[in-house]
Every structure is written in C-alpha cells, then in structure tokens.
C-alpha cells in the first residue's frame, strides 16, 4: 500500500520560514518524479514545485521561485520543500504527489499517488 505523509506545516509569520517534508512508503521512490501542490480555499489545486527523479531537473511556480526549494533524499524516502520569505498568499493545504510518468508537470492527472496535506498559514 502506498502512503505518502506530509509533515512540517503550520502557523507563521509573513517572512518567516517552513520546512515541509514528505515521507513514502510501498513504492519505488526513485521511479517516481515528486511533486508539491497547494490549495487554498475556493482556489483551484497548484504546482507549487516539482522534482525529476533524478534530481537534477526542477521546475517552480512563478510565484515562488527565488522563495522555495524542492530537494529529495532517494535513501531516505523523502521530499522536501523549504519555504522562505513566506508570504500570506501562500496560505494553503500542502500536498505531495508521486508520479511514474508525468511529461508535464502541471498535468495534476498525472500524479498517481497523493498525500492528505499539510496546512501552512501565514500570518500578516
């Protein structure tokens, strides 16, 4: 059974920093490109960032790009996402998805697999 569990969400003020993490389990991790997604109320569901599984290709939203940084340890079965320079825009529920064989990366059917999300609320 594959699980994919997200931590690291919260409460902080505007500026501030957040570490999400990701933890999967009952799947070939370094077969599957990874990505975060968030969704605010009313507001459709985003790419926020995404990784290759081989690391070396990313791709950001616009929106955060220079603020967030997407990274995955293969042997430890996890991604992350390291939040700065938080903003109150960026207020939403978190979630990552795993994909064996997404070609578009904002392609959300794509992803088989996905996490139940984490809430991150910024303060002003």
């Known amino acids: 059974q594959v699980q994919l569990v997200e931590s690291g969400g919260g409460l902080v003020q505007s500026g501030g920093s957040l570490r999400l993490s990701c933890a999967a389990s009952?799947?070939?991790?370094?077969?599957?490109?990874m990505g975060w997604f968030r969704q605010a109320p009313q507001k459709e569901r985003e790419l926020v960032a995404f990784?290759?599984?081989?690391?070396?290709?990313?791709y950001y939203a616009d929106s955060v790009k220079g603020r967030f940084t997407i990274s995955r340890d293969n042997d430890k079965n996890t991604v992350y996402l390291q939040m700065n320079s938080l903003k109150p825009e960026d207020t939403a529920l978190y979630y990552c998805?795993?994909?064996?064989?997404?070609?578009?990366?904002?392609?959300?059917?794509?992803?088989?697999?996905w996490g139940q999300g984490t809430q991150v609320t910024v303060s002003s």
């Open positions: 009952g799947l070939a991790f370094s077969s599957y490109a």
């Open positions: 998805a795993a994909s064996a064989g997404v070609v578009v990366p904002t392609n959300i059917r794509a992803y088989e697999f």
């Open positions: 990784i290759r599984r081989n690391v070396l290709s990313t």
